[in-house]
């Protein structure tokens, strides 16, 4: 149970409840046009107001109007305005409070070349507010500085103390550690570029210092470059270890090379506020020797020329300025080494990167990777203020993507009540940033509404104040005194001693003789006068110390009078501060309130006109559909119409044909029917005069059955498979087998009843598939279709029909055959006799003779009969065959 207990995780540490807010101070500063520069889009109306208005040749809203815009803000600084009132205004307010323990945060935003750097960095005689910054600093803090190393940074966001002797040894082995960069001096030489940034009239001091504490202040400089963090005051060393070698022989990296900057991480302390890990944190004793630290991580931020600003930032600059702070010891002459005492406050000042658009700059390369970066960046800090502020005007609770972009998440402590935020809004009034300074101008309305916790007052140690003070009074008495050469021991008695020395000699004690009466008496009257001199000095001072002792008691009760009545108008003030505050709180509701019922009208206002736009265009819409919908109508009818003609006249076709092929047809029957009935009628005329005329029998032939007599002969029977009509399958003219011996595969259908003539003339088809019957698996396989149909005539001619075809796929998955062509083979049997053969007269006719010659011309056409009659040559489907055009 001890273990678990032991790794669980900490809590977190519950920050003191302030529901007082204020609001983020968004101030907006005009850059000066240039000489060649006409064209002004932006008018300062009043102190806290500015108009912009379109540049001639741009059309706002479509109908070509003009629309001028007005935005209001904390305060506008005009052209005119110096860097003394922009510091006093903006920065002097962060200033006093990072005196006072407080965080804050400064960024000065806008489009490129719009004068966000000359407003933080400033120019010699004109600083900005970063050297002004650093100045009221250091003069308001420069008697109550610790000595150098006493605070210590743990590199983990906090603040270690440490002693003078162990401070005194840490300086000793930093500047006798080579590799370790010293801490910059004062006394080194300025760079001449930021020599009097700021005249010692233009200097100020914050009011209200804590005298009873020790101050030292941490510099850092840090810049955001493609979401990458670098390190600007990190010396770049050059590498003394060995070149490495690769496998051909030659070194990778010469001696000489410098050793790129690594980027640096965000990091959580254990009070959940960010900082950026293995950040070099240097130490500064003066105003000069900040600003000269400032200036040497400036030389290395990433700069470009582009054709809207010479020497464009390529980076956000971010220069914190850290403040620690700890109370002195109950004596009032050293630091207290209580680590839980240390104060840490800090003030970030931002120099954004300006928005600028491509196709302006004339970027290229990495200069557009470079400026998609910055605007990325630039959009998430957009979208957290704007989540920020319909959170709170809202009432919800999203998300805010401060892990989006390395400022974001850089800032959100500051975002989350951990101190004051201000902008300063840089503008140019040219005409041609009109586009990008409008939507600068409704970012910074937007940011106006977002309201950050005020910090908490850190609490008062309960030490006595005005330790210092006295300390250094009783100090310079003891030189006084050191002067003067009394003695300087505190002890009453070793002091008394001393005036001791100073009274009258004793006389000579020398007894020479045992009767001397003169010797003792002198002696013992020397040492009565010497008494009654220290009694009397005792009393003065006695009566000296009861004196003190009641000015003393009379300025305590003086004090404690004037400080309980100074306590009952403090009490008396907060009861009047808390009356105000209610009064302010109820005034900031119902503004909050009524700013919202004006949204919420808006919205419903917006939302209205919306819909109003929306109805007109539906009704538009609905018009022209109906429109559409009655033209749709009408072609409907008229095509229907059309159809129904169409129709008729098809049918009435139709029928008109097929009538035709049904009268064809019979007329064909009938003409069938009478030339079998006239063939009927001769070989009954055959049969009745051989009958009629005697005749001998030819020699029986074993080979042929015998003639049944005439009463059992079967009556002649109709052919079951008649030959294809000539109107349902038409028969080319040409009849050609080049196709049939091709790459094309067959389906061979020949019915089991199909003769083998013996001859060599056979219609032989390669590569084809053998079928009694068609089946839909072999007419999958083939393209190609052929039926042969055998029929024998009454003459004793064996008429062979090839039918081809094609096999075509249907749209149901299955197989069809369309019929393109038809041969005709035919051939005559040599063993059977002639037609017309005369029957011999001298066989006699008897019922019980077998007719072996087949002479008689009834019983060969039976015979054909039967023949033909029995055969199963034709097909056992109906089949239907189309004349398919082939191409010339």
Known sequence: MNRQGKFRTPRRPKRPVNNQKDPVGVYCRVRPLSGGEEECCIEVISSTT???????????NRNGEYKETQYSFKKVFGV???????????????????????NGLLFTYGVTGSGKTFTMTGSPGQGGLLPRSLDMIFNSIGPYQAKRYVFKTDDKNGMEIQGEVDALLERQRRENNLPVPKTPSSRQKIDPEMVDMITPEEACKADGVDEDSSYSVFVSYIEIYNNYIYDLLEETQEDVVKPKWNGGGTPVRQNTEFIPPQSKILREDQNHNMYVAGCMEVEVKSAEEAFQVFWRGQKKRKVANTRLNRESSRSHSVFIIKLAQAPLDADG????????????????????????????????????????????????????????????MCGTNKMVPYRDSKVTHLFKNYFDG?????????????????EETLLVMRFAEMTQEVEVARPVDRPICGLTPGRRHKNQAFKEELCKLDERGAPIETDLTSFINHLALSLPPLPSCELTDPSDDVTLPRLIDALHNRQRIRQTIMEEYNRAANTMKSLLQELDSNLISKENFIHEQNGKLIEKDKIIQNNRAEIERLEKKAKMQEHKMDILQKTTKIYEDDKRSLQQELETREQRLQRELGEKMRLEQRMHGAVSDTQHKWEKECERRVNAMQLEMQNKLWVKDEKLKQLKAIVVESKGSARPDPPPRQSRPQRPPRDECPPPKRSASPSPLPTTTPVRPLHRRSRSAGAEKWVDHKPTSSLDLGTVLQPVIPNAIQVSAPNEKALSKCDRYVLTHQEVASDGEVQTKLIKGEVIKTRGGGQAVQ??????????????????????????????????????????????????????????????????RRKP
């Open 50 to 60: 500015i108009q912009l208005h379109a540049p001639e040749g741009f059309k706002v």
């Open 80 to 102: 005119s305005v110096s860097q003394v009132e922009l510091f006093e205004h903006v920065a002097r307010p962060l200033v006093d409070d990072l005196i006072h323990g407080k």
């Open 333 to 392: 002459d050293n630091v207290l080494q209580d680590k839980n005492q240390v104060s840490v406050s800090q003030l970030c000042l931002v120099d954004l990167a300006g928005s600028e658009r491509t196709g302006r700059t004339g970027a290229e390369g990495t200069r557009i990777r470079e400026a998609g970066n910055i605007n990325q960046s630039l959009l998430n800090l957009r979208t957290c203020i704007e989540t920020l502020r319909e959170n709170q």
């Open 418 to 434: 951990e101190g004051k935020v201000k902008m300063v809004v840089c503008v140019n009034p040219k005409g041609e940033d009109y």
């Open 819 to 884: 019929f393109t062509d038809i041969e005709t083979l035919r051939q005559e049997l040599t063993t059977a006799p002639s037609r017309k053969r005369k029957s011999s007269e001298n066989v006699p006719s008897s019922g019980d003779q077998q007719d072996g010659a087949w002479t008689d011309v009834e019983t060969r056409c039976s015979m054909a009969v039967e023949m033909k009659a029995g055969s199963n040559a034709g097909p056992g489907y109906e089949h239907h065959g189309i004349t398919k």
